[in-house]
């Protein structure tokens, strides 16, 4: 007896709990099967990737030196771009980087973030926009950014860096 009248009361107990509120919400409108039914409300996003410049020629290319074990990429660089001493926009620089043999690519890999600030850095204080300040001025940047992870790593840790893609977005006037 002693049982039963323990059982009812946990039940009766657990009735008074105040229910959380998202309990007490109806669910969601079913989003059907996508045909665009009147009634069927769903989330839907939408989004849209520009690869500018990507042939096959250039896809099988990057697949070859994604293999590379010396090789890394950074983390995305924002450089800005200017003309005149007038800011233009920015750039957004993805940066491929080959560390020198001899070197632990774990090591270099490891302090990317710190290497990262560097470059960004030197493109704060040395223009790698074109003369016009509409895109990146390419030949520049990787000198600059060369010198700038040569001098966070040492001159010999990195053997190479390129461009792998530069997305600008100019300030409307």
Known sequence: MRNVFARVAAIFLVSLIPMPAHALMAPPAESGDGSGDAGGRGNRFLTIFNLAGSDEDDEEEAEDEEDDPRSFTMPTVVAPLSTQGHLTGYAYVQIRVR??????????????????????????????????GSALDTERAVEVWQAALGEHYGPSAIERIEIRQADTRLFRR
């Not at 043999?101 to 960004?120: C, F, K, P, Q």
């Not at 850095?121 to 223009?127: D, E, I, K, L, N």
């Open 99 to 132: 560390v020198a043999t001899g070197h632990n690519v774990w090591d270099i890999r490891e302090d990317a973030h710190y290497a990262l600030d560097a470059a960004v850095r030197a493109a704060f204080r040395t223009s790698v926009s074109n003369e016009e």
